[in-house]
């Protein structure tokens, strides 16, 4: 007889002993609790021990070769999906890395937690090996920051980090761990999880501010509606076009907006601002009443701000962040909600109108200021986009860089479904298309997803094609290559003088053999007849494929407004 018995125990009795788990487990195990499916990283000495656990934990990892390329791909991922990204690296470097993928992520609103490795404890503060600062490098660029001292703790901040960064006006937000504190062992049941700094939503507006706004909008006579990406995050997209055809209201959007009213509607009216469609900029020039809802009205949509909006006697500005408001622009109608509950309160309390003359003078611009481009015998831009729209399918997602790249596909877009067309707008990222673009890709398998490239900024993050194969995400790369950094040359040409300094890029890579080193499908392109084959091999390719295309190396985007002129101050393509 065993001694447990001998003292009046049975073994299938006994007590279970206390759970023992090490910080890395907690973390992991929390991320689950939080619905992480995917994680895009890459190892590094000060987050090994969350590796050593990873293998065990149902999450998927991707390893990325460049720690900016995890944070845009847990961002596209995000803006993909509509829940958390997360991304992962080390200390030092590695952390720093991350910084301009989370401001990408943080100034346009994306819900991304990124979880950092950092030096033990006890060497914090000695400039040791690989030391960074990360919480005062990324205070300007997070709404929150965490530095996990103990691993009791790591449940909770977990919980808190993926609720402050999903709820309100979403954000990134980062958790420091020491090394010391994922190897640190805690033994029994976690403690109750709390929320230390809980998002509060700001108190639901007065129903006097509400009534303002539905009393200038059912006094105007030429009304116009501003839409941002405020209206996605709020899925607040059939709201929006049943107000805008409720008061017979133009629509334009702004660039992180393309896409949230459907393209091919008679209200739409496409980009607002510094290089929008000509018709919109008119018709914010000219409307009495102006709505912008989930926006933050940015200089790049007021351009100077006396000439935005100067005919509107009333301007209504609707954000979710109470600090925008007011921030740029003096609104006299100033309400800080949910774009969606304030859409449907308007259709509501506002009656139904219908506004010929307005609405045969804004198609009378429309038809007076076309989109044009020239057509000399090179392949152009907008031929090329329009060849991969109408390849697209309803449900393809197309991610843009930036530069001239991203205004061409975004002054192309023909979708009329919400939330298919993503890219970086308050940061600006070169870089962002290709990792944002395999991010969205391992949000939704299924869907088929593009980026839309300059040469330029493809090759900041190229390196992420290897990611692309190793990882199985079947992206689908279109380059727009002019041989240099078209929008700078362009400004050069047209605001500086015509000088045109440090942006040829005569050391090109030759794409097609590049993408093929990478195990990519690749081809070149270089005259509009060669487009449709090249883009139907490309989409028929199981996997990864990189389109080339060689465009006119003078090509240009406009109407452009130039720099400290007004919306109306636009200038168009010179006659060819």
């Known amino acids: 007889m065993c001694a447990t018995a001998l003292l009046g125990f049975d073994d299938n009795q006994r007590e279970p002993a206390p759970a023992r788990r090490c910080g890395a487990e907690i973390l992991l195990r ?49 803006r993909a999906s509509g829940r958390v990204g997360v991304c992962l690296a080390t200390s030092g470097p590695g952390a720093l890395n991350l910084v301009t993928g989370l401001a990408t992520a943080h100034f346009d609103s994306v819900p991304v937690v990124a979880i950092t490795g950092q030096v033990a404890t006890p060497t914090i503060g000695t400039d040791a090996f690989q030391e960074s600062d990360v ?24 919980h808190e980090a993926f609720h402050v960064a999903r709820t309100g006006r979403p954000g990134a937000v980062l958790i420091d761990i020491p090394k010391d504190v994922q190897q640190q062992i805690v033994e029994g049941e976690p403690a ?23 009393r200038s909008l059912a006094g105007a006579r030429r009304p116009m509606i501003l ?39 008679p209200l739409a009216l496409g980009l607002v601002g510094f290089m929008g469609t000509g018709y919109c900029n008119l018709a914010v020039s000219n409307c009495d009443c102006l709505l912008m809802v989930g926006m933050r ?21 609707v954000n979710i962040d109470p600090a925008e408001l007011g921030k740029t622009l003096a609104a006299d109608c100033q309400i800080a909600a949910d774009a969606g509950w304030t859409l449907e309160a308007l259709i509501k309390e506002t009656p139904e109108r219908r506004h ?50 991203q205004i061409w596909a975004a002054t192309s877009w023909t979708g009329d479904e919400a939330g298919t067309f993503l890219n970086s707008g308050g940061a600006g990222t070169m870089g962002f298309a290709l990792p944002a673009a395999l991010g969205a890709q391992a949000a939704d398998p299924g869907r088929r997803v593009w980026a839309i490239c300059g040469e330029g900024g493809f090759v900041m993050t190229l390196q992420e094609l290897a990611t692309a194969v190793e990882a199985g995400l079947p992206v689908k790369v279109v380059i727009l290559n002019n041989g240099q950094l078209g929008m700078v040359r362009q400004f050069q040409d047209d605001f500086y003088g015509g000088v045109r300094s440090e942006i040829e890029h005569s050391v090109i890579p030759n794409f097609q053999l590049l993408g093929s080193a990478f195990g990519c499908f690749s081809v070149a392109v270089t005259c509009q007849a060669e487009l449709g084959e090249a883009l139907e091999a490309a989409m ?34 010179p006659s060819t």
């Open 540 to 573: 028929a390719h199981p996997g990864p494929a990189l389109v080339e295309c060689r465009i006119d190396p003078e090509a240009n985007v406009y109407p452009i407004v130039p720099f400290g002129g007004g919306l109306a101050d636009f200038m168009e393509c």
């Open 30 to 78: 929390a991320l689950e609790a939080e619905g992480v499916e995917v994680i895009f990283g890459l190892p590094g000495g000060a987050n090994l021990p969350i590796y050593q656990y990873l293998p065990g934990s149902p999450i998927r990892h991707i390893l990325v070769r460049h720690e900016q390329g995890a944070a845009h791909m847990a961002d596209g991922y995000a």
């Open 192 to 214: 109750q999880i709390t929320r230390l700094r809980p998002h509060r939503e700001p108190p639901a507006p007065s129903q006097e501010l509400l009534m303002a706004a539905a």
């Open 227 to 265: 839409a941002g990406r405020g209206v996605a995050i709020a899925q607040a997209q059939a709201a929006l076009l049943a107000l805008a055809e409720h008061i017979d209201a133009p629509v334009g959007t702004t660039l992180l907006g393309t896409g949230v009213f459907p393209s091919s509607h």
């Open 135 to 158: 919480i005062g490098a990324t205070m300007s660029v997070t709404k929150h920051s965490y530095q996990v001292h103990d691993a009791r703790d790591l449940e909770a901040v977990v």
């Open 297 to 317: 009205a940015d200089d790049r949509v007021t351009c100077r701000l006396d000439g935005f909006a100067p005919r509107a006697e009333h301007i209504i500005h």
């Open 356 to 405: 010929p003359t307005w609405r045969r003078q804004v198609d009378e611009w429309r038809d007076r200021h076309p989109l044009r481009y020239p057509h000399n015998g090179r392949l152009q831009p907008q031929e090329v986009l329009a060849a991969c729209y109408a390849h697209r399918l309803p449900t393809d997602i197309v991610v843009a860089d930036v530069g001239l790249n």
